[in-house]
């Protein structure tokens, strides 16, 4: 049994661009994860905390056997296998943030993980990369990326050469 799951990939600190080609190899490398689809990577200026520098963003479509949960946690590892370090600062620089954003089309709502992850729709560094990759794809309870996306402002986020 496997299931499709779309991931958000993210950085602001360092060569983030050679950080998120390496954070994917690493996840197509590990049992239970097989990467289907990778987005472009796209410059967004900062949301949340803004005095920070821009980010790189991307998005991956995975084919996975493990528990969403069991993802989680794989997400959570390689996050720190890549120098991510959280110290409490809530929206503050990081070297690699990997965000479960969809997990087949379940929806999951504990105190560990909320999936779809809440925000996506908001958000055009998160859409961008999507539509790349799953344009026509209807996010539990949320509607479809490309129709998401054109609800949107995205000045300001573009590809990377
Ligand atoms: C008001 C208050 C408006 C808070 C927005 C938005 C907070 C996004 C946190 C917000 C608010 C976030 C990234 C980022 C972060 C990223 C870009 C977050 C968590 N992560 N900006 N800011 N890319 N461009 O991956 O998403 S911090
Ligand atoms: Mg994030
Ligand atoms: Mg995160």
């Known amino acids: 049994m496997s299931v499709r799951a779309l991931i958000g990939l993210g950085g602001n600190l360092g060569d983030v661009r050679e950080r998120l080609d390496a954070a994917i190899a690493a996840l197509d490398a590990l049992p239970g994860i097989a990467v289907l689809a990778r987005s472009r990577l796209y410059r967004t200026p900062p949301w949340g905390q803004t005095a920070q520098p821009d980010f790189v963003n991307g998005a991956i479509a995975i084919e996975t056997t493990l528990p969403a949960r069991d993802l989680l946690e794989a997400l959570l590892a390689t996050e720190r296998a890549f120098g991510r370090i959280r110290d409490g600062e809530r929206w503050g620089p990081r ?67």
């Not at 690699?96 to 999951?108: F, N």
């Open 95 to 161: 070297t690699l943030d990997l965000d479960l954003l969809t997990y087949g089309d379940e929806l999951i709502d504990d105190e560990r993980l909320t999936v779809p992850h809440p925000r996506i729709a908001e958000r055009a560094f998160v859409l961008l990369p999507l539509a790349d990759i799953a344009a026509d794809a209807v996010l539990p309870g949320m509607g479809r990326v490309r129709d998401l996306l054109g609800a949107i402002d995205t000045h300001g986020c573009t590809p990377l050469s």
